[in-house]
């Protein structure tokens, strides 16, 4: 796939959970490389306030609509982005029929439309794929360790029943499929009260309150800055690589130490505050990213000293009154 920039007509690309954190700054990134962008959201998880700075913008359309019922795009399409679905654990227990929907009717409908209109496919897929891994890093070849039945199976399911439909439409339909699995990810546009570690932090840390722990915090996650991760993605779309792509920041910290380094930045009295851990909470979560090195010349940029900071400056605005504490200098 080419860039959309130069003297002939613009593309159009179709972003499912455009409102979202991550729908909204890949809209962003389509608009600035001079493509169309058609973005579909039912804001279940997505926010109004994420595409408020492009309403207006004459290369953006928006539709409000649930994707798990038939998608109907007017026009010619060359790309559709699928990244709509709960992506938090708070979300997708409350919403787990709905979850388990989207990814399955609502992958089908995007590919189906991808077909229809001889459009490229990226499906925004997890490193949930992996579970509680019993491989560390993990890489694109190892096929997890994931619990069926469990809390957090309606998210892992629906996203491994996505991957397996996009690459039968890519085998048996000769549909143009990109699959990334993307790896914890984090910057301004979060839902504060989404239950993931970065806003949950960050808010607890500008509000006073004691940051929550659980288990012992030697948990590890890996932290991606956003500009990072939709860049990765974007050169994954326009590569020919169809076989999964992990995108994320291979630099590991224990959830301990991540809250530690928010009560370094951040002049608060918080302390930590440690909790059971929920059932099966990933232990270990850390990308192998060579085959993106390789294949996109693709790594992380952002140091995450500065991603954090920007990403408080952000809860800060959107705290107000309530931020009660702010950044050291």
């Not at 029943?161 to 690459?167: K, L, N, R």
Request: charged share 25%.
């Amino acid at each position: 796939m080419s860039s959309s920039t130069g003297s002939g007509p613009k593309k159009t690309s179709v972003v499912t959970g455009g409102a979202g954190f991550l729908g909204s700054h890949l809209t962003d990134r389509l608009l600035a490389e001079g493509w169309r962008v058609i973005g579909i959201d039912n804001f279940i998880t997505g926010s109004r306030r994420n595409i408020a700075h492009i309403e207006g913008n004459p290369d953006y359309d928006f539709i409000e609509h649930d994707i798990s019922k038939h998608i109907t795009v007017p026009g010619a399409v060359d790309f559709v982005f699928n990244f709509a679905s709960p992506a938090s654990p708070i979300d997708y227990y409350q919403h787990p029929i709905a979850t388990l929907k989207v990814g399955s009717l609502g992958t089908h409908n995007c590919l189906g439309l991808a077909k229809a209109k001889g459009a490229g496919f990226l499906m925004a897929s997890t490193s949930e794929i992996y579970g509680d891994p019993l491989v560390h890093p993990q890489k694109e070849e190892y096929w997890g360790n994931v619990n069926t039945v469990g809390p957090r199976s309606c998210y892992d399911e629906a996203k491994r029943f996505s991957e397996a439909i996009t690459m039968s439409y890519h085998t048996a339909c000769d549909v143009d499929t990109k699959i990334v699995r993307i790896f914890n990810t984090y910057g301004p546009r979060m839902r504060l009260e989404d239950g993931r570690v970065v806003p949950a932090f960050i808010g607890q840390a500008l509000k006073g309150e004691p940051l929550t722990i659980f288990g012992d915090g030697s948990q590890t996650r890996s932290f991606c800055y956003v500009s990072d991760l939709i860049d990765g993605i974007y050169r994954l779309s326009q590569s020919q690589e169809h076989y999964p792509v992990n995108i994320g920041n291979p630099h590991e910290m224990t959830i301990r130490e991540f809250g530690e380094a928010i009560l370094r930045i951040v002049e608060t009295p918080s302390q930590l505050d440690f909790r059971p851990l929920p059932k099966d909470d990933p232990k270990q979560r850390q990308p192998d990213i060579t085959k993106a090195r390789t294949l996109l010349g693709w790594e992380p940029k952002v140091h995450f000293d500065e991603g954090i900071r920007k990403t408080i400056e952000y809860f800060i605005g959107v705290l107000g009154n309530e931020a009660k504490c702010r950044l050291k200098n």
